[in-house]
């Protein structure tokens, strides 16, 4: 659902703006930093993209499923990572809130994350709790008003710069599955939490992941979200419904570029007395590229508005993260193929996006797990 057209494309035209003057020039600079340069952090505030799809009542611009999705393919055409930076506010780290939250517990975190004043980031995973997330070991135990929390997270995008965090943790010490976990916000400043360094990873180089340690982290029982226990699964699973969806628009916006760079070279560059566009091999590969991106920007906009119109999506979340993500990888490699050996130099934007899409079938679950939570869909509602 679009709500204003008109004020919504402007929003759109801005950002497209934004992405071809300001994002994608600096996207060098970011692979050899490895830090997204404070101004453009000022300008992505400015925006408002750290608020997205924080509601309006907090502060932020309240966006509808349809229209986050559409600023998601757009933001992503520069490097995945600008948006990963804010990503975890307008995402995961700030949906549990959004969903489950208590009106205390938004009125406290929602107008600072929508400023991008704090960042937010979501703690599920754990060494040995990837994509049965349900075993989870992190633990919280009640002490009076309080819980104690002791376990480690990892993988945790933007840990080193997060200011709270949605952590899930087994408040009933007794069980093993997803029953026994609550969800909790736990603010970076309590004692006994500790980041470690950033992993050192195959691309994505500017979004930072860590682990999260908690050794006797007290927390007050008011950062349950929601005020309830045992209901921490299902509120991760519930904000990852909509990042699932929000990853396949993420990758629809970067084998939109790819496609793009693929085009361009393939036009300028000349082999055997002619652009290589003009020959038949590379136009197969141009063509199915465009049908495999639209394919998914179909999807995603689908799945989008049923989404506004108050249907469940979990399925086709998961349909859709699972195709965009694999496709993605598709259009990736024939980039690569198209720029021949400059595809494969470190100066080139698709070596750099080859490296950088491949994390898009492994988090927020991987293709597997999307297909698992397909087929057990189909095989529940047959
Ligand atoms: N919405 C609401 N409730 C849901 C739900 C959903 N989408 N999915 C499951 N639930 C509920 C179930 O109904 C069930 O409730 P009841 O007990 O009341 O029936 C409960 O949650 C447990 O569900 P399951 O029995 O299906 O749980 P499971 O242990 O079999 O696990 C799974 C299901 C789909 C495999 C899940 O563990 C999963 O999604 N695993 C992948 C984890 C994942 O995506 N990790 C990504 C980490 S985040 C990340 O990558 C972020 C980052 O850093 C950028």
């Given at each position: 659902?679009?709500?204003?057209?008109?004020?919504?494309?402007?929003?759109?035209?801005?950002?497209?703006?934004?992405?071809?003057?300001?994002?994608?020039?600096?996207?060098a600079?970011?692979?050899?930093?490895?830090?997204?340069?404070?101004?453009?952090?000022?300008?992505?505030?400015?925006?408002?993209?750290?608020?997205?799809?924080?509601?309006?009542?907090?502060?932020?611009?309240?966006?509808?499923?349809?229209?986050?999705?559409?600023?998601?393919?757009?933001?992503?055409?520069?490097?995945?990572?600008?948006?990963?930076?804010?990503?975890?506010?307008?995402?995961?780290?700030?949906?549990?809130?959004?969903?489950?939250?208590?009106?205390?517990?938004?009125?406290?975190?929602?107008?600072?994350?929508?400023?991008?004043?704090?960042?937010?980031?979501?703690?599920?995973?754990?060494?040995?709790?990837?994509?049965?997330?349900?075993?989870?070991?992190?633990?919280?135990?009640?002490?009076?008003?309080?819980?104690?929390?002791?376990?480690?997270?990892?993988?945790?995008?933007?840990?080193?710069?997060?200011?709270?965090?949605?952590?899930?943790?087994?408040?009933?010490?007794?069980?093993?599955?997803?029953?026994?976990?609550?969800?909790?916000?736990?603010?970076?400043?309590?004692?006994?939490?500790?980041?470690?360094?950033?992993?050192?990873?195959?691309?994505?180089?500017?979004?930072?992941?860590?682990?999260?340690?908690?050794?006797?982290?007290?927390?007050?029982?008011?950062?349950?979200?929601?005020?309830?226990?045992?209901?921490?699964?299902?509120?991760?699973?519930?904000?990852?419904?909509?990042?699932?969806?929000?990853?396949?628009?993420?990758?629809?916006?970067?084998?939109?570029?790819?496609?793009?760079?693929?085009?361009?070279?393939?036009?300028?560059?000349?082999?055997?007395?002619?652009?290589?566009?003009?020959?038949?091999?590379?136009?197969?590969?141009?063509?199915?590229?465009?049908?495999?991106?639209?394919?998914?920007?179909?999807?995603?906009?689908?799945?989008?508005?049923?989404?506004?119109?108050?249907?469940?999506?979990?399925?086709?979340?998961?349909?859709?993260?699972?195709?965009?993500?694999?496709?993605?990888?598709?259009?990736?490699?024939?980039?690569?193929?198209?720029?021949?050996?400059a595809?494969y130099m470190q100066a080139s934007a698709?070596e750099r996006?080859?490296?950088?899409?491949?994390?898009?079938?492994?988090?927020?679950?991987?293709?597997?797990?999307?297909?698992?939570?397909?087929?057990?869909?189909?095989?529940?509602?047959?």
């Amino acid at each position: 659902m679009i709500r204003d057209p008109e004020s919504f494309t402007l929003l759109l035209d801005t950002l497209q703006r934004f992405v071809r003057e300001k994002l994608i020039p600096r996207e060098a600079e970011v692979t050899e930093t490895d830090e997204i340069p404070a101004d453009v952090l000022t300008a992505m505030r400015g925006l408002g993209l750290f608020g997205l799809t924080i509601p309006e009542e907090y502060g932020g611009l309240g966006l509808t499923t349809e229209e986050e999705v559409l600023t998601s393919m757009a933001v992503c055409y520069a490097s995945p990572v600008f948006r990963s930076r804010f990503g975890t506010n307008t995402g995961i780290g700030s949906q549990g809130i959004v969903i489950d939250g208590t009106p205390e517990q938004k009125k406290k975190y929602l107008p600072r994350l929508a400023a991008g004043e704090i960042t937010g980031s979501f703690a599920l995973t754990e060494p040995e709790a990837g994509s049965d997330a349900g075993s989870l070991r992190t633990t919280a135990k009640r002490d009076g008003d309080h819980y104690i929390l002791n376990g480690s997270k990892r993988y945790i995008t933007n840990a080193p710069e997060a200011d709270i965090f949605t952590v899930m943790a087994r408040t009933d010490l007794n069980s093993k599955d997803a029953k026994g976990v609550s969800a909790f916000i736990v603010e970076r400043n309590t004692p006994g939490l500790t980041v470690g360094p950033y992993d050192r990873k195959m691309g994505q180089r500017g979004s930072h992941t860590a682990d999260v340690i908690f050794d006797d982290v007290r927390v007050p029982a008011s950062s349950v979200i929601g005020g309830k226990e045992g209901q921490g699964f299902k509120t991760a699973m519930k904000v990852l419904d909509k990042a699932r969806l929000n990853i396949a628009a993420v990758c629809t916006g970067a084998a939109e570029r790819l496609l793009d760079e693929a085009l361009n070279y393939a036009r300028e560059r000349r082999q055997f007395g002619k652009p290589i566009a003009e020959f038949q091999l590379i136009q197969a590969m141009l063509a199915d590229s465009k049908a495999e991106v639209y394919a998914a920007r179909s999807m995603v906009l689908e799945a989008a508005r049923r989404k506004d119109a108050g249907v469940n999506i979990t399925m086709e979340a998961s349909c859709a993260k699972l195709f965009a993500a694999e496709m993605v990888g598709r259009v990736a490699d024939r980039a690569v193929q198209i720029h021949g050996g400059a595809g494969y130099m470190q100066a080139s934007a698709v070596e750099r996006l080859y490296r950088d899409v491949r994390l898009f079938r492994l988090y927020e679950g991987t293709s597997q797990i999307q297909q698992l939570v397909i087929a057990r869909h189909l095989l529940k509602d047959g």
